[in-house]
């Protein structure tokens, strides 16, 4: 598995279709991704590759609330419990750091078991 960067138009797309498989009820759109970036350009992405396929993203961003960031990692539901989530979160907390939070948020479906368990895991 690989977590890279997504800073290309190219990266933003395929992160945008992977967090839409995800969140297919809440779907966003590369326009929102790019006018996100125009708004807060700290803001970081990543996408997680499995088999040169993509499973998985993550997004770190800037807290409204000094101190604090923002994470929203997201895998698609068939890589689930392979590390993928793991990975986006590991590779995150770099940003974190440097954006000098100490608290992290996220927010994930309650209705969703699997990203529960997940979240309890990691706190």
Known sequence: MIVRPAVTDDDLELW??????????????????????KHQPETRHWIAEDGGEAVGCALVARSSVQGRAFLLPR?????????????LVQAALET???????VVRSHLDGGDLDAMRFAARHG
Request: charged share 35%; with cysteine.
């Open 16 to 37: 945008t279709r992977v967090r839409n498989l995800v969140e297919a009820d809440h779907p966003t759109t590369i326009e929102d991704v790019r006018n996100g970036l």
């Open 75 to 87: 895998v698609v539901r068939e890589a689930r419990g392979r590390g993928v989530g793991t990975a």
């Open 96 to 102: 974190i750091r440097e954006l000098g939070c100490d």
